[in-house]
Every structure is written in C-alpha cells, then in structure tokens.
C-alpha cells in the first residue's frame, strides 16, 4: 500500500530532473557559445580550401576535356593516314566551350605578305602571321605564341582577293597553331583511317 507522503517524494524527484536536465540544456548552449568564435575561424578556412578545391576541380575539367580528341573534319593524308581538320570558327566554338569566352585571347601582332608574277602570268601570293594565345584556367595563365602561313595562286587579274585571302588564311593557320598547345582537341595529329 503506497503512502501519501510518497507521492511528494516521486514529484519532487520528477522536478529535480526536469532541473538537472535544464541545466545540462543551459551548460551545453553556454560551452557552445564559446567555441563559436573558433568555429568560425575553422569555417572561413575551410571556405578558402573549398575554394582551392573548386579551382583545382575546374582545372581539371577543363585539361579532361582538353585531352579528348575532336573530330570535325578530315583530310587524307600519306599512306592512308587521315588528317584531322576544324575549321577555325569550329575551334574557336571549342576552345569558348572549354574554357570559357573571358578566360582566353588571341591577337595578331606581325604579319608579312609578298607575290610574285609566276611565268605563267598568275600571282603566287605569300603570307607569313605571328600569334600569342593567353589562356586563363583558375589562377593559373598559360601564354603562346605561334606563326602561320599561307600560299594562293590566283590570276593575275585577282592581285588584291588573291593577296586578301591569303593574309585571312595566314592568320587562321597562326591561331590554329596557338590553340594546339592546349590538347588533342586541337590537334591535327595523323590516324590510321577515317573517324567513326
């Protein structure tokens, strides 16, 4: 048979872990309102090495992508070798969607042109053009440089299409050349037979 004394004694027991328990709760906020301000520090370098991260993620996108080769058109070569080969608007699509259309620049900075009257009356026209590419992947900019050339002959009534054209295919061949350094997506390399 209970008393009723006891009953006090299991409320007041009840209460005095309900009050425990707050205080643990009180404890636990007050312990961790101290460690906030070491927690932030560890945040704000654990943000700059999820930058560094992020960067060398991208890099390495951007090599992966750079690596794999891309077959526009080709071209027969010796010994049933094919040539692979884009036109310059195609590489130029490729190199923007690889990296990105901010993140790289060309310029022309020489270009030489010389004809000359071929026995026959036509015009053998010559063009030489210089080319520096800069490409930007994270923090990292890689520089190049590379010179093109082209020949046309055409009538001797063409002499300025004929001398237009080929400084165009000169600095098409320059920039071609620039953008091989940065992978296989850009390389005319031969292959043993036409692409699949």
Same mark, same amino acid.
């Given at each position: 048979?209970?008393?009723?004394?006891?009953?006090?004694?299991?409320?007041?027991?009840?209460?005095?872990?309900?009050?425990?328990?707050?205080?643990?709760?009180?404890?636990?906020?007050?312990?961790?309102t101290?460690?906030?301000?070491?927690?932030?520090?560890?945040?704000?370098?654990?943000?700059?090495l999820?930058?560094?991260?992020?960067?060398?993620?991208?890099?390495? %996108?951007?090599?992966?992508?750079?690596?794999?080769?891309?077959?526009?058109?080709?071209?027969?070569?010796?010994?049933?070798?094919?040539?692979?080969?884009?036109?310059?608007?195609?590489?130029?699509?490729?190199?923007?969607?690889?990296?990105?259309?901010?993140?790289?620049?060309?310029?022309?900075?020489?270009?030489?042109?010389?004809?000359?009257?071929?026995?026959?009356? %036509?015009?053998?026209?010559?063009?030489?053009?210089?080319?520096?590419?800069?490409?930007?992947?994270?923090?990292?900019?890689?520089?190049?440089?590379?010179?093109?050339?082209?020949?046309?002959?055409?009538?001797?009534?063409?002499?300025?299409?004929?001398?237009?054209?080929s400084?165009?295919?000169?600095?098409?061949?320059?920039?071609?050349?620039?953008?091989?350094?940065?992978?296989?997506?850009?390389?005319?390399?031969?292959?043993p037979?036409?692409?699949?």
């Amino acid at each position: 048979m209970s008393n009723a004394c006891d009953q006090p004694r299991v409320l007041s027991t009840t209460a005095v872990r309900v009050f425990e328990r707050l205080q643990r709760k009180r404890k636990a906020e007050e312990a961790s309102t101290a460690i906030v301000p070491a927690q932030t520090e560890l945040t704000e370098h654990q943000l700059a090495l999820m930058k560094e991260n992020r960067e060398e993620a991208e890099q390495r %996108r951007v090599c992966l992508r750079l690596a794999q080769p891309a077959h526009g058109q080709q071209r027969p070569g010796a010994n049933g070798t094919y040539y692979n080969y884009q036109t310059i608007d195609e590489m130029l699509r490729l190199v923007n969607g690889i990296v990105g259309p901010t993140n790289w620049s060309h310029e022309i900075y020489d270009q030489s042109y010389k004809n000359r009257v071929m026995e026959d009356g %036509r015009i053998d026209h010559l063009a030489t053009a210089k080319c520096r590419t800069r490409v930007t992947v994270g923090s990292k900019t890689t520089t190049h440089e590379a010179t093109g050339t082209s020949r046309l002959v055409t009538k001797a009534d063409d002499t300025f299409i004929g001398e237009a054209n080929s400084r165009k295919a000169a600095e098409s061949d320059a920039v071609k050349r620039c953008l091989r350094f940065l992978g296989e997506t850009f390389s005319t390399t031969p292959s043993p037979g036409p692409a699949q």
